[in-house]
């Protein structure tokens, strides 16, 4: 499996967004190291999809493609959005509060190592000798990343546990949304789970943070433009193309710098410390890379 140049584009565009991401929402929902404030952490989430929104919308219009889903396909729609985004999203920005970022997105990005699982266990996929070498040293790579956090994560079980479970659902869309067959455009099928999302988050904002709402302070305001443009306006619809033009192992492997880079950004933004293991696992990481998407 190769990139061509749009591909190649599209992901380095897709690794810079979310890795960069990942201290900017640690940023948003719980403030500066020094000054330490945090903010409703689904009221952020809900905040930035609604500003993301018209930016997807604007994209729809542009390229004229049409919003309409037929009532037929609406059920496999929501199937869709559970999978890939409802799940992920719920449980990623409540999770920050309590783990470092560069940590959050190792967990996140367990999801590689899932997708393969799920493809050999449900879809009846099989590795490749590249492929599963590329699968190890993924995982090789989040275990490196993990092993001077076992202390760190010990104090916050819950919610490390549950990121992991939300990859593994996230992993398991990958291949749901590959094997689709709703006759929709790509963007029609993105707008639209952001949308559903979006009024769920809103939901659960309301009805378990209103209490805490409050205006929120210009570090947070960045923190949710970063958002709503770069990756709910861009990063999802790219991560979407991805997923569904390059094969589910394929795809999630391609993104494995992603955590790195939320690793070295957070130590750069937020003082987040680092270790040999990150250096390391950096190098397992391009391997990965490497073993499944260059030419022999």
Same mark, same amino acid.
């Given at each position: 499996?190769?990139?061509?140049?749009? +591909?190649?584009?599209?992901?380095?565009?897709?690794?810079?967004? #979310?890795?960069?991401?990942? %201290?900017?929402?640690?940023?948003? @929902?719980?403030?500066?190291?020094?000054?330490?404030?945090?903010?409703?952490?689904?009221?952020?989430? /809900?905040?930035? &999809?609604?500003?993301?929104?018209?930016?997807?919308?604007?994209?729809?219009?542009?390229?004229?493609?049409?919003?309409?889903?037929?009532?037929?396909?609406?059920?496999?729609?929501?199937?869709?959005?559970?999978?890939?985004?409802?799940?992920?999203? @719920?449980?990623?920005?409540?999770?920050?509060?309590?783990?470092?970022?560069?940590?959050?997105?190792?967990?996140?990005?367990?999801?590689?190592?899932? =997708?393969?699982?799920?493809?050999?266990?449900?879809?009846?996929?099989?590795?490749?000798?590249?492929?599963?070498?590329?699968?190890?040293?993924? =995982?090789?790579?989040?275990?490196?990343?993990?092993?001077?956090?076992?202390?760190?994560?010990?104090?916050? %079980?819950?919610?490390? =546990?549950?990121?992991?479970?939300? /990859?593994?659902?996230?992993?398991?869309?990958?291949?749901?949304?590959?094997?689709?067959? @709703?006759?929709?455009?790509?963007?029609?099928?993105?707008?639209?789970?952001?949308?559903?999302?979006?009024?769920?988050?809103?939901?659960?904002?309301?009805?378990?943070?209103?209490? =805490?709402?409050? #205006?929120? /302070?210009?570090?947070?305001?960045?923190?949710?433009?970063?958002?709503? @443009?770069?990756?709910?306006?861009? /990063?999802?619809?790219?991560?979407?193309?991805?997923?569904?033009?390059?094969?589910?192992?394929?795809?999630?492997?391609?993104? &494995?710098?992603?955590?790195?880079?939320?690793?070295?950004?957070?130590?750069?933004?937020?003082?987040?410390?680092?270790? #040999? +293991?990150?250096?390391?696992?950096?190098?397992?990481?391009?391997?990965?890379?490497?073993?499944?998407?260059?030419?022999?």
């Amino acid at each position: 499996m190769t990139l061509d140049r749009r +591909q190649l584009v599209v992901l380095v565009l897709l690794t810079l967004v #979310w890795g960069l991401n990942w %201290p900017v929402m640690k940023l948003g @929902v719980s403030g500066w190291p020094q000054e330490p404030r945090t903010y409703p952490p689904l009221t952020f989430r /809900a905040l930035s &999809m609604l500003l993301g929104l018209p930016v997807l919308g604007a994209a729809l219009l542009w390229l004229k493609v049409p919003f309409r889903v037929g009532r037929e396909h609406r059920a496999e729609l929501a199937r869709l959005t559970l999978a890939n985004m409802l799940v992920w999203h @719920v449980v990623i920005i409540v999770a920050l509060q309590q783990l470092s970022s560069g940590r959050a997105a190792i967990l996140g990005y367990t999801m590689p190592i899932f =997708a393969a699982l799920w493809g050999a266990l449900l879809f009846g996929d099989r590795l490749g000798g590249r492929q599963a070498f590329g699968v190890a040293a993924a =995982a090789l790579g989040v275990a490196l990343l993990l092993k001077s956090e076992f202390t760190r994560l010990a104090g916050a %079980p819950l919610a490390a =546990a549950a990121v992991v479970v939300a /990859a593994a659902v996230w992993g398991y869309g990958t291949h749901r949304l590959r094997r689709s067959t @709703v006759p929709l455009a790509l963007l029609t099928i993105v707008f639209w789970m952001t949308a559903s999302t979006a009024a769920v988050m809103a939901v659960l904002a309301f009805a378990l943070e209103r209490d =805490a709402w409050r #205006w929120p /302070a210009p570090h947070v305001w960045f923190a949710v433009l970063y958002n709503a @443009v770069g990756v709910f306006g861009f /990063a999802h619809a790219a991560w979407f193309y991805l997923a569904r033009t390059l094969p589910p192992v394929a795809s999630g492997i391609s993104v &494995m710098l992603i955590p790195v880079l939320g690793t070295f950004s957070g130590a750069w933004v937020l003082g987040e410390p680092l270790h #040999w +293991q990150d250096w390391a696992a950096m190098v397992a990481m391009v391997v990965a890379i490497a073993a499944v998407l260059l030419r022999r």
